[in-house]
Structure formats: C-alpha cells, structure tokens
C-alpha cells in the first residue's frame, strides 16, 4: 500500500454511515481547468470544496493531495486568493527544500557503487534508511547501522526499510508473502509479462526476485511509489517516484516516458496494473489518475484495439465497491482477502468479522480467476465464479451476495441480502444495525437532499449557486449600506478586524474535519 493516506475519503464508502455530520468535504475534479493548480512539495495540488446539507459553499480552496494533517503538508490556497511575487518565490524555495536530497541520477550512481563494495563494506543506516558508501561513514558513526547488506536484502528492500507507519500521513502497509505469491502466480496463469505495481513495493520486488531465480518466469515489472526511498535500490527503468492521486512524476518527462514506453512495449499486449492505494485515500483522484494510465497505455493500440480495456488490479476494502464500479462500471469484486504482514487486523485466518476486508477490484471477468481452494474458497456454479465458503448462493437475488466473507441474510422488504447483524428499521425502511441512529441525515444529495443522485450530478446546483451568490450579494450590500451610516465611528474597528480574518486564515484540518 503505497505510504501517503487518510484524507477523509475514507468517510464516502460507508453508506448512510458516510453523512454521520452535517457538512462535509468533496474534491472538485475539473475536466479542463482555468489555470494550473498550485504546486506543493507533492505536486500539483487539488481543489477542494466545503459543502453542507441544503446548500454549498462555493468558496472552494487547493490543499495537498496526499496529506491531511498540515503538520505535514501545510499547503492552503483559496482559489480565488491571489499570491505576491514574494509569498509565491518562497512556496518555490520551500517546494525545492522538501525534495529527496538525491537526484534519481545520483541514487542510481550510488547503488552501482555499493553493489561494487564487499560484503564487509556494505552498510545501511537504519536511522536515516540509506545505504551508506565508504565516504558516509563517519556522518553517521553514532548512527544505528546494520553491516554485511548482501544481494538478497538488495533485491527485498521492503524488508530493509522501515515501514511508514503515522496514521495521519503514512500508512504503509505491505502485502503478505502469501497474499503476493497469489497474485504472481495468477497473473502468470493469465498471461501477463509485464506488470505496472503502483503503490505495491513488496508485489514488485517478489515479481523481480522470481524473474532472477526463474528462468521460466518471464514476467518485468516496473513500480510507481510515493516512497522516495526505494529510489536507492533501482535502477530507472524500474522505479518511478510517484504521486497517484494527482498522476505527478516528481522525477518530470524522463519518469513519465519510462512508464510510457513500459506500457506501450509490444503494443500494449501482455500489460497489467496492479495498485493498491491507501485506505484512506479518495476514489475520485484516484480514478482519474488511474483513467490517465490508461489513456497512456492507448496511445500504443491499433484503431482495431480501441475498444480493448487495459487489465486492472484495484486492491481497496469491499465497501467502497459502489464508488470504485461508479467510475469503472466494467470492474467486479472478487471474494479474494487480501492480508498484511504489519496490519493488526488484515491477517489470513481470522473469522467473522475480524476478517480482513481487503477485496481486488478487476475488469477481467471473473470466470477466468481460479482462486485457491485450500484457502477457503470455493467454486459457485450458478454465478461461474469462485467466492469464499461461507458466501452462500441467495436464490432471490441470483447472486452469491455476502461482501465481508459471512453468510448474508435475506431481506424480503429490501429486496437484497443484508450483513447478519443487521435488522429491518421500519421507521428508516431500511437494515441496519440494532442501535443504529434513525434520527441522522439520510444518503444523497447536499443541494435538495434527493436520496437517487449526489452532488455533484444534481439537476439544481446551477440554481443554488444562484441562490446562493444572491443572497450573499444582499448580505453585502447591507454590510456597506450599514458601514456609510458609521463610517466617522466604526473604520477603525472595521480595519482592525479585517486584518485580525486575513491573520486567522482556516486550516486545511479544519475545514477537513468531516464527523
């Protein structure tokens, strides 16, 4: 999982569950925009906007796209905000800063040297995570540093380095070997040769470890991280540091041509992209970075092949399946549980609902995915696919239908399969759990609360702008009509508060912090 997480997006997945407060945050995703966004130390920014239960706010703002906490980021623009020469030249100066100390060039310069050193002159310090030539060594003597790194820890550097593990801003969660070794052996099983691991670090150092061990094995891969570590263990045809929720290559056109050619090699055949981001992430940059990739990867097909889909791993917990297949209609979820070596809960063997609740979300139909029996799954005849033992066949639906690996049960009033722990509410007219609030707001639309749309497609947003502008045009104008009236007595007042709201601009955790 790739490091940078927990924007609020999390909160979208849930259901009725998702509007636990009465104001929240969306990204405001532009097809073409007026101007480039702002940049950050992690590339251009996004646009985000406040909007509330009834009604939006239209003054929208930039913040980091990979960051929440501004004690890591503390990016923050309204979008209307224009900047002096001066504040825009020390951005420039902080941006240059917060770059990895090396360049890709030099990282590559260095891992040649290394691999060239004895085995009793290879050293990594665990500190500062950085494999230390000759000249290193005495910056770092009071260091905690590990000796005698041989090739094997070379080619496992997920192991070597510490994962990245604060909530707020880094959860770096790696795949189990288990979990990897079932990926590579289906995507072997399917075919594929070349594989795009973005945000899967373990996934990728495992498909190149076969690939030296394996003559047979045939399979390249190439990674797109966030992580600029992994750097210092690659060559450039193999790794790009990357930012997947604004598709940024901090390494400029010379990474983006590396993924480029990568994609596009024998025609596009033979490809697929493997990504697992981070839980907390939102769907909806996501998808457009990934649709990106894929636009990418169609510059190389034939007119004849247009309507060819690149092949797609998305590996995200099950409960954001309805936004994840609202961008990707074509995908379906598979009953696979994907497991975490350093997770406390995403572990292979837990039952109920300790299970883990990691799916892999795909456009390969699922009956060309064998899933392995003696792990718990089984093969349904009815639905031509494999699903786990406990998801039994609902003959009213037509469907294997649990998400979570539990047997779901059926409700005749909803017309669906519900989670076990879940009753008919009479007065919400729904399931839902037995202590659940009837009183919170319902699913669908801030602007006139329609539970069959959201948002951002309701048919009234132009109308409430319009409302909206109104009513603060009227609210200005009687703040000026009543000034004039006390011009001699309140200017100073006036002046004074003014600079007072240009001092205590909003934090980007405040106006985030969706309940």
């Known amino acids: ?56 706010e239209t003054r929208r703002f930039y913040a980091c796209s990979a960051c929440r906490d501004r004690k890591d980021c503390n990016f923050f623009q309204w979008e209307d905000e224009k900047l002096s ?45 950085q494999l230390l030539l000759p000249d290193d060594w005495d910056k770092h003597h009071e260091h905690q540093v590990v000796g005698d790194i041989s090739i094997t820890q070379l080619k496992r550097p997920s192991q070597l380095l510490y994962p990245l593990e604060n909530k707020k801003t880094n959860a770096q969660y790696l795949f189990a070997d288990r979990s990897c070794q079932f990926l590579i052996e289906l995507l072997s099983t399917l075919g594929f040769r070349r594989v795009l691991c973005v945000g899967t ?34 060559m450039e045809d193999s790794f790009c540091h990357y930012n997947m929720f604004n598709h940024h290559f901090f390494d400029g056109k010379v990474a983006l041509e590396v993924c480029r050619t990568f994609l596009q090699e024998d025609k596009g055949e033979g490809v697929i992209m493997v990504t697992d981001p981070p839980f907390g992430g939102l769907v909806e940059p996501l998808a457009v970075t990934f649709k990106k990739l894929i636009a990418m990867w169609k510059e190389g097909q034939s007119q004849d092949n247009s309507h060819k889909e690149l092949p797609i791993f998305w590996i995200f917990p099950y409960f954001f399946e309805s936004r994840i297949c609202q961008f990707f209609p074509s995908f379906c979820m598979l009953d696979y549980q994907v497991d975490y070596d350093n997770h406390a809960l995403y572990k292979h063997g837990k039952t109920g609902r300790k299970q883990s609740p990691v799916r892999i979300f795909t456009n390969i139909p699922p009956n060309k995915i064998i899933l392995p029996v003696e792990e718990g799954y ?70 006139c609360g329609e539970l069959d749309h959201k948002r951002g497609t309701c048919p009234h947003i132009s109308t409430s702008k319009k409302v909206n502008k109104a009513v603060r045009k009227q609210t200005k104008k009687s703040s000026e009509m009543k000034t004039e009236t006390t011009e001699g007595q309140s200017m100073n007042r006036t002046s004074v508060t003014g600079k007072m709201q240009r001092r205590e601009s909003p934090s980007v955790s405040s106006l985030l912090n969706v309940q």
């Open 378 to 447: 089984r093969f349904c005849p009815l639905c031509q696919r494999y699903v786990s033992l406990e998801n039994q066949h609902c003959a009213h639906c037509n469907s294997c239908t649990s998400k979570d690996g539990r047997k779901w049960n059926h409700c005749f009033l909803c017309k669906k399969c519900v989670k076990p722990s879940w009753i008919h509410c009479s007065i919400c007219n729904h399931c839902a759990l037995p202590d659940h609030s009837c009183k919170g707001p319902k699913d669908g639309c801030f602007i």
């Open 201 to 234: 670090p373990r996934l990728h150092e495992l498909i190149r470890l076969k690939a030296s061990d394996d003559k047979k094995s045939n399979i390249k891969s190439l990674l797109l991280d966030i992580d600029f570590r992994y750097s210092q263990f690659y």
């Open 85 to 129: 020469g001066a504040r825009l030249a020390a951005r420039e100066a902080l941006n240059r800063r917060c770059q990895p100390p090396l360049s890709r060039m030099q990282c590559v310069e260095r891992y040649l040297k290394f691999i060239e050193l004895p085995l009793s002159q290879r050293k990594f310090c665990q500190r500062c995570q």
């Open 1 to 56: 999982m790739a490091a940078l997480r927990d924007w609020p997006g999390a909160v979208e997945a849930g259901g009725s569950a998702s509007r636990q407060g009465s104001s929240g945050v969306e990204v405001a995703l532009r097809s073409e925009p007026a101007r480039p966004a702002p940049l950050c130390p992690h590339g251009p920014t996004l646009l985000f906007v406040k909007v509330s239960q009834g009604k939006e």
